[in-house]
């Protein structure tokens, strides 16, 4: 591949190619860990070549939902396109089609700017864009696929362009066609959002009604919402710069309603949340009642405010996180029959 036009010359500033990357400062989680060869490119037309001949890259957007151990012997193909563009309008709504390399956060910032309604819940959700369908993120009660029109991607190995409408992604909990069938073989370049001239806004999940009723707010408004999200969010998640983490390390397993039943039974305290004709119990809770929450082994442990969190307190290699994790499963397992699935994508 390195023959091709796609290589890094003076003359074409759209492709950064590192050797031996170190992936510590493209990732949140900062575990030591490299790659072969680290392509970071800003444009169209180059991302297409890239995924024609660089053979079986792995994709990086923000490195927010990504565990990466040890020496990664792959190509790994870093989206940076930028630009945010209304396409369509409506009285109703404005579809706005955003490249995939944007950050997430900056879209939210922009839209509440705009008076754009629908992704304010959304708000300090680390990461890219382009990243967001692909585990259909989600808090306080919104996921993207509320708001999702369409998305565009290039196919790795034909380099061919393929749209897909909200039924084609197959969107669930933290799920999507892009985890399942198409696993690791579309780039996403961008992603298409309709969003509200009308503002419902939604503040029955979480603490969030409590916070603006703290703050004095009767008749909140999508700023509102999203500066109470943000508040939340501060007060109980670790700021990957100052502690390194991808966030909630596993699901909330999603169990039926009598195996749910017959746990209230011996744990009448359990937590769970309709998911529909299922239960959604929070692992968070099941971490804390094992005994992990802020607990620490070597260089890794589970968050003192958030059980969920999995956190790398400096020297943590990949492998330390993911043993760490494993004492976890385990114990849950043990426990309460349940086994916890990651949510983070594991890189080896
Ligand atoms: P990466 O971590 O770079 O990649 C994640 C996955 O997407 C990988 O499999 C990667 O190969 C793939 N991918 C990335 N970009 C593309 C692309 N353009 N095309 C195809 N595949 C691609 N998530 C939530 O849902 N809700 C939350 O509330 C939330 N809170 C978080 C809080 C913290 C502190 C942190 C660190 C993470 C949190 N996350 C949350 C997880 C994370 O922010 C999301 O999963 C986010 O969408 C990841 O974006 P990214 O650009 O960093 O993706
Ligand atoms: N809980 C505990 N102990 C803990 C943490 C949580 O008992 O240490 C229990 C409590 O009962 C609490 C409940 O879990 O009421 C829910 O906790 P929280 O509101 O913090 O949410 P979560 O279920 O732990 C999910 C998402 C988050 C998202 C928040 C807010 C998953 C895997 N995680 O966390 O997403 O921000 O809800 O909507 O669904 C992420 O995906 O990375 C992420 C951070």
Redo the contacts with the bound molecule.
């Keep these: 591949m390195t023959n091709h036009s796609i290589t890094p010359s003076p003359n074409n500033p759209r492709v950064e190619l590192i050797n031996q990357a170190s992936l510590q400062p493209f990732t949140t989680f900062g575990v030591s860990s490299t790659c072969d060869h680290l392509y970071r490119i800003d444009e169209i037309e180059e991302l297409r070549l890239a995924t024609q001949y660089l053979e079986d890259p792995l994709i990086l957007g923000g490195g927010s939902?990504i565990l990466p151990m040890g020496n990664i012997t792959r190509n790994v193909l870093r989206v940076e396109l930028k630009g945010i563009e209304r396409v369509e309008e409506t009285d109703e709504y404005a579809l706005v089609k955003i490249a995939a390399g944007e950050v997430w956060h900056n879209v939210v910032l922009w839209a509440i700017d705009q008076d754009l309604a629908g992704i304010e819940n959304l708000s300090l959700?680390p990461g890219t864009t382009g990243a967001a369908p692909i585990?259909n993120?989600?808090?306080?009660?919104i996921e993207l696929s509320s708001v999702f029109h369409s998305l565009e991607a290039l196919e790795l190995g034909s380099g061919q362009q393929k749209d897909f409408l909200t039924e084609d992604c197959r969107f669930g909990?933290?799920d999507s066609i892009f985890k399942n069938d198409l696993r690791g073989r579309m780039v996403i370049t961008s992603v298409t959002l309709k969003l509200s001239k009308q503002h419902n806004v939604h503040t029955s999940?979480?603490?969030i009604q409590q916070t603006l009723e703290e703050w004095n707010i009767k008749d909140p408004g999508i700023r509102d919402v999203s500066k109470a999200v943000i508040h939340?969010?501060q007060s109980?998640?670790p700021d990957p710069a100052q502690l390194g983490n991808?966030?909630?390390?596993?699901?909330?397993p999603v169990i039926s309603a009598s195996a749910f039943e017959d746990l209230k039974k011996q744990y009448p305290e359990i937590?769970g949340y309709p998911a529909g004709n299922e239960v959604?119990v929070?692992?968070?809770?099941l971490?804390?009642?094992v005994g992990w929450?802020g607990k620490r082994v070597g260089n890794v442990g589970?968050?003192a405010?958030?059980?969920?969190?999995l956190v790398n307190f400096g020297e943590a290699k990949g492998e330390d996180v993911w043993a760490f994790a494993q004492e976890i499963i385990g114990s849950v397992e043990q426990k309460f029959a349940i086994r916890l699935v990651p949510?983070?994508n594991i890189w080896s």
């Design positions: 939902n959700i585990q993120i989600g808090a306080y009660g909990y933290r999940y979480g603490a939340i969010r109980k998640l991808a966030g909630s390390f596993f699901k909330n937590p959604k929070p692992a968070g809770w971490i804390e009642t929450k589970s968050y405010k958030q059980a969920l969190v949510e983070v």
